[in-house]
């Protein structure tokens, strides 16, 4: 039986709500070969990052290098498809019979995010608040995404349950205090094992209970 108190579920969107993070990483596979040819597995790198992260990171200062990357990026987002992870969608509408609270919190911005939700209008109803890159100060792995979420849901900090497939999404989730399921629909499931409280492949057969097994 799931206590009476609020709780509430915070989804990363790519690769957790939607199966995009492949075609992510070979749209920056292709940026790496052309940026930095010697650089593996560039898109893997930058994962879980924002688009203004990745540009201070490893285009600081490379003005126009940032344009032709950012309207190339927009060009690939309208032609990407949107698929469920699967059971997501199913598990959200279980969340919502209970009464447990639903937030997207992810790295992508709003521009990007309303292509989601005409791809998916049926996914605005199934959560209560989306809390996008254009909304915080401090990216992932910094917590504050996480915690805008909690605050923004009124809901507290150890009522939280995050469900993230990034590393650095891991860690925000592990360092905002919150109980943290990882995915291992982007890393194999050796690599995020120590970040996480609970590893799941993906939704299918996923139920309630994963709260009270959670909060103990």
């Given at each position: 039986?799931?206590?009476?108190?609020?709780?509430?579920?915070?989804?990363?969107?790519?690769?957790?709500?939607?199966?995009?993070?492949?075609?992510?990483?070979?749209?920056?596979?292709?940026?790496?070969?052309?940026?930095?040819?010697?650089?593996?597995?560039?898109?893997?790198?930058?994962?879980?990052?924002?688009?203004?992260?990745?540009?201070?990171?490893?285009?600081?200062?490379?003005?126009?290098?940032?344009?032709?990357?950012?309207?190339?990026?927009?060009?690939?987002?309208?032609?990407?498809?949107?698929?469920?992870?699967?059971?997501?969608?199913?598990?959200?509408?279980?969340?919502?019979?209970?009464?447990?609270?639903?937030?997207?919190?992810?790295?992508?911005?709003?521009?990007?995010?309303?292509?989601?939700?005409?791809?998916?209008?049926?996914?605005?109803?199934?959560?209560?608040?989306?809390?996008?890159?254009?909304?915080?100060?401090?990216?992932?792995?910094?917590?504050?995404?996480?915690?805008?979420?909690?605050?923004?849901?009124?809901?507290?900090?150890?009522?939280?349950?995050?469900?993230?497939?990034?590393?650095?999404?891991?860690?925000?989730?592990?360092?905002?205090?919150?109980?943290?399921?990882?995915?291992?629909?982007?890393?194999p499931a050796e690599i995020i094992r120590?970040?996480?409280?609970?590893?799941?492949?993906?939704?299918?057969?996923?139920?309630?209970?994963?709260?009270?097994?959670?909060?103990?």
């Amino acid at each position: 039986m799931i206590r009476q108190e609020k709780l509430a579920v915070l989804f990363d969107f790519d690769g957790v709500v939607v199966d995009t993070e492949s075609q992510y990483t070979e749209f920056w596979n292709k940026i790496g070969k052309q940026y930095f040819p010697n650089q593996i597995d560039f898109g893997k790198v930058i994962k879980g990052q924002t688009l203004t992260q990745i540009y201070k990171t490893y285009f600081e200062g490379m003005v126009e290098a940032q344009q032709r990357i950012t309207q190339a990026l927009r060009s690939f987002e309208k032609d990407m498809s949107f698929d469920y992870i699967p059971g997501v969608d199913i598990f959200m509408d279980e969340l919502r019979k209970h009464g447990v609270k639903i937030a997207i919190v992810t790295s992508s911005d709003e521009q990007k995010m309303q292509r989601a939700f005409w791809a998916h209008p049926e996914l605005e109803e199934k959560v209560d608040c989306i809390v996008t890159a254009d909304q915080v100060h401090h990216s992932k792995p910094h917590p504050e995404c996480f915690l805008k979420a909690a605050e923004l849901l009124k809901v507290p900090v150890k009522n939280c349950v995050v469900f993230e497939d990034s590393l650095n999404g891991l860690e925000a989730g592990i360092r905002s205090g919150m109980k943290v399921v990882g995915l291992s629909t982007t890393n194999p499931a050796e690599i995020i094992r120590e970040k996480c409280h609970l590893i799941i492949a993906d939704f299918r057969g996923v139920k309630i209970d994963i709260m009270q097994v959670l909060q103990g």
